[in-house]
């Protein structure tokens, strides 16, 4: 079945440490975007891609860094510059031009201990 | 830049009952999308409706309907016959239309939290 795949499902990473959310989709999608989620917020848009080795800062992306080599891949680096990363992380896709066909994955909680 | 308001922070009705969640959004754009998503307790995001700008009929599915109000910027929620499985937080989202690509994602509210009572 198609999808999009987030690993770790819970990840832990001690203060100063850079950590790596995963993101895989086998539904031949061309966006992809990572979004942030905290209690009592909405999701935040970290980044985006729309195609291959190109990305843009979304709302919330001091701290943050992502890449794009692979269609299916889009990879979420998450900084020891980011002030408070604990937070529920989700990752999306969609076939581009705008987000009606967007799929969610089940996301990744980020705690720094 | 797009703003999405939902000025519930939490609701609680009877089940069976019809419960109704609101949302406004600012825009200059004329053609867009908008989306309610449910999220419940295992957070993750289920599409429940969708609603292209440019449609004047309001969308329906099953239990989950909506009332859209283009002038007055206003996309509320809602769900018949409430069953204790729609407990969950509640996200109206915006998206503008593009004809030649250009994706940049969501725009989200800050959420309602549905509680369904037996």
């Known amino acids: 079945d198609g999808g999009i795949t987030q690993s770790p499902k819970y990840l832990f990473r001690k203060e100063g440490q850079n950590v790596t959310l995963s993101c895989e989709q086998n539904l031949n999608h061309d966006a992809m975007y990572w979004y942030r989620q905290d209690p009592g917020q909405g999701l935040r848009l970290i980044y985006y891609s729309q195609i291959v080795n190109d990305f843009q800062k979304g709302d919330i992306a001091e701290g943050y860094s992502v890449s794009r080599e692979k269609k299916e891949s889009f990879p979420l680096t998450v900084t020891s510059a980011q002030k408070n990363p604990t937070a529920f992380y989700l990752c999306?896709?969609?076939?581009?031009?705008?987000?009606?066909?967007?799929?969610f994955g089940s996301g990744t909680r980020l705690t720094v201990v | 830049a797009q703003t999405v308001t939902q000025s519930q922070p939490e609701m609680s009705v009877q089940e069976a009952e019809t419960v109704t969640l609101s949302c406004t959004y600012d825009t200059s754009e004329n053609n867009y999308y908008l989306f309610w998503y449910k999220q419940p307790p295992s957070r993750q995001m289920i599409l429940v409706i969708r609603?292209?700008?440019?449609?004047?009929q309001n969308a329906t599915e099953n239990r989950f309907s909506v009332n859209f109000q283009k002038a007055a910027k206003s996309f509320s929620l809602k769900i018949s016959d409430s069953q204790l499985g729609d407990t969950a937080m509640y996200f109206c989202a915006f998206n503008e239309a593009y004809s030649g690509g250009g994706a940049d994602g969501l725009t989200f509210g800050k959420g309602t939290h549905l509680i369904i009572q037996p």
């Open positions: 609603q292209e700008a440019y449609k004047q």
């Open positions: 999306a896709s969609s076939i581009g031009g705008s987000f009606p066909t967007g799929t």
